[in-house]
């Protein structure tokens, strides 16, 4: 093939992703009403599956302002809306990210079928391995992200409280803005061991190095856990750090053994 059949390829890959995505939207955008309030709001309200499932083991406030305090049963949140347009804008971007994600499995499709003329027989099994073992990776990350560290960061942030006078109003601009960030955000980071093993194939990392620079790796991750986790309390940012280590543990089991690349 030329350069400008790579390019045609390329151009129908994009096309047959921006097709799926829009049906998908549509799709999105005339469900999402329906589910908006128990599923986006969900981390809202004391009945969220998480909230009941840390009061279940006995989440109480004993902890100050150290963890979200899980007792109680009257946890409730009103998100407000001061603009004309935002609930309409809101429906749109919400249905976008949404319908992003549902159709991120097709996007690796596309990306599998223009790379494979490229690469060889052996390489082509491990290549499609890699693509299915990411895109589990991904949703498994969105799944952390929606389930845990959203509703825990929301729910501290929520019940904080500086001085006794000052009450809290959530808008909605900022409610969603940090759920669609926090979800989409820990599926990307969850693609590590996925990016770790398409770097050593490259020859461009080695197992020796995530060992030697565990330590090092430690530090970086506590400061990117801090960074997805903007409440700061101990037991958010733990529930956001032992995942990205495993992630990174996960990653030196990947990647190809520095013997394996001088043979």
Same mark, same amino acid.
């Given at each position: ?25 549509? /799709? &999105?955008?005339? =469900? ?6 128990? !599923?986006? $709001? *969900? ?6 599956? #998480? ?74 099994? /491990? &290549?499609?391995? =890699? ?6 990776? !991904?949703? $498994? *990350? ?6 845990? #560290? ?114």
């Amino acid at each position: 093939m030329t350069f400008w059949d790579h390019l045609e390829a390329l151009r129908w890959t994009l096309f047959h992703v921006l097709i799926a995505l829009v049906i998908v939207l549509v /799709g &999105v955008f005339i =469900a999402l009403p329906h589910i908006f309030d128990s !599923f986006v $709001l *969900g981390p809202t309200t004391a009945d969220f599956f #998480v909230y009941r499932w840390f009061a279940s083991l006995g989440g109480g406030g004993g902890g100050g302002q150290l963890m979200p305090d899980f007792s109680g049963d009257d946890f409730h949140v009103d998100i407000i809306n001061i603009n004309v347009a935002t609930q309409f804008l809101t429906h749109i971007t919400t249905s976008f990210w949404f319908s992003l994600v549902i159709v991120f499995p097709y996007l690796i499709y596309e990306i599998w079928v223009f790379i494979r003329p490229a690469l060889y027989k052996n390489e082509q099994k /491990g &290549v499609k391995r =890699a693509f299915s073992f990411g895109t589990i990776l !991904f949703f $498994l *990350g969105c799944a952390v992200g929606y389930c845990l #560290v959203f509703p825990l960061t929301f729910r501290f942030l929520t019940q904080y409280q500086i001085g006794e006078t000052i009450t809290n109003q959530i808008s909605l601009n900022s409610y969603i803005s940090n759920f669609t960030t926090i979800v989409f955000v820990m599926g990307l980071v969850f693609e590590m061991p996925m990016l770790a093993w398409i770097l050593s194939t490259m020859g461009l990392l080695k197992k020796s190095f995530l060992k030697e620079y565990r330590k090092h790796a430690v530090v970086v991750l506590l400061v990117l856990a801090a960074l997805i986790t903007p409440s700061g309390d101990p037991f958010t940012l733990s529930i956001v750090f032992l995942p990205l280590y495993l992630l990174y543990e996960t990653s030196i089991l990947v990647v190809r053994d520095d013997t394996a690349e001088t043979e």
